[in-house]
């Protein structure tokens, strides 16, 4: 028989206390930290599953691949992978689904309370000497903000949405939600347009999955319907959002402050326009951690 050949295209993004007993068992495991476009065909000659996460996939990739049956992705999105280009060959394609629900929830909260309470900029406060013996008390005209009894819209209603609008009504929010999908079946919630949406939020959290109906869904015509006090946080897909046309509204004061944890590139480019912006009380940036 046959030894089946499985490739683990990003070790990294795994983490090192991910046991790979259960694919050792399965056949020979050939494990690289990261894979780049131009090593990708290489790696996927002579292979009959591969398992990725976040590294793009598409027909040029797959080009060796006349042996591959499978690609197993540790996400719960498929956005990286060229779907077309795998059923022309034939090759499977398969993802987790609902697995990250608590904790991409969870991140949510932490970037929205984290923007609100200014927590970063209070650590720092602190850890250089602003709070010692001489301390003025000047540093308390920074305003902190509470989500009770404001405006919480979801963008997105899946299992994750859902658990944010949980999360945010027990934090005493007014939660609605626009689903780019049209689903407005959530009856404990008020479904509205993007456009109503985006104009009566106080918090805008994006949920949705990364498609051709969500890519650039929020742009500079959306971030001129919003709040100029509103918050925008994004744990979905960073090509949901225009990431230039956001560093705009953030440096305008079109909008307060924004919480990502993904971003368009991943890892970010040094030139990114988001990366200019050093103030964490209208910008925290976390590296895909929810």
Known sequence: MTTMKIALLERQSLGE????????????????????????PDRLHDIDIAVSNKIPIDAAGLAKANRLKLICLSATGTDSVDLSATQAKGIAVANITNYSTDAV????????????TNLVGFDRFV?????T?????DYYQNTI????????????????GQKVAQLATAFGAQVSYFSPTG????????????????????IVSVHTKYSKLTADLLAKPQ???MKPT??????????????????WALNTGQIAAAGLDVTRHEPMHADDALLQIQDSRKLIITPHIG
């Open 17 to 40: 206390q991910a046991d790979l007993s259960p694919l050792k068992q399965l056949g020979e495991v050939q494990t690289y930290a990261t894979t780049s476009a131009e090593e990708l």
């Open 105 to 116: 929830a969870q991140q949510t909260m932490a970037l929205a309370l984290g923007l609100l």
């Open 127 to 131: 850890k250089t000497g602003g709070y």
């Open 133 to 137: 013996d001489n301390y003025s008390g």
């Open 145 to 160: 903000h509470e989500i009770a009894g404001h405006q919480w819209g979801i963008i997105g209603m899946g299992h994750i």
């Open 183 to 202: 689903n407005t079946t959530h009856n404990n919630y008020q479904a509205k347009s993007l456009e109503q949406l985006l104009t009566t939020s106080d």
């Open 223 to 225: 971030f001129e319907l």
């Open 230 to 247: 509103a918050m925008l946080l994004n744990v979905s897909r960073g090509r949901v959002i225009n990431e230039n046309d956001l560093a």
